[in-house]
């Protein structure tokens, strides 16, 4: 069970407390190395991995995230083309400050990935290279206090449901 993040605007946000020592970790991760997504933090700043097919469109906050508690999101706004598949701009926020931004021609349209949701770590072969070797492994545990994550949908879902049927039918 994950949230339906194709082809529609959402928000992810996680209610962090970072230790005075700092702290890096898979906030959440839904997906593999062949595709999905990742919110982290890596070398003190916030992260999102936006994994089609295995191509990654990765965008880091220009900030650390700072000591103690906070608030980070990544928004992703869709928008339509007549005849072409939506375009998603997606922005990095910490305690509500924009802090990144990505712009893309390539956002989940028919699945994000059979493979799980992970809260925390991310198990498996990974969404992201977290460690930048390219084995794709995990867990990249969060190694702060993770008091909560929230996927908020919004009602902009534009589905070729056709497409999706088929592709549904193919993976039985």
Known sequence: VAPDLRSRSYTITAEVDIPPEGAEGVLIAHGDATSGYSLFVRD??????????????????????????????????????????????????I?????????????????????????????????????????????????GTLSKVTVDLADDQNLDHEASATNEVTRD
């Open 44 to 93: 003190g700043r916030l992260v999102h991995d936006l994994n089609i097919g295995g191509s990654h469109q990765l965008v880091e906050s220009n900030r650390p995230v700072p000591i103690g508690p906070s608030t980070l999101r990544f928004a992703m706004r869709r928008t339509e083309r007549p005849g072409a598949a939506p375009l998603g701009v997606g922005t990095l926020l």
């Open 95 to 143: 305690n509500g400050e924009p802090v990144g931004e990505i712009r893309t021609e390539n956002i989940f349209f028919l699945m994000v990935s059979w493979s799980g949701l992970d809260i925390g770590l991310d198990r498996g072969t990974t969404v992201s290279d977290y460690d930048r070797t390219g084995r794709m492994m995990g867990p990249f545990t969060f190694t």
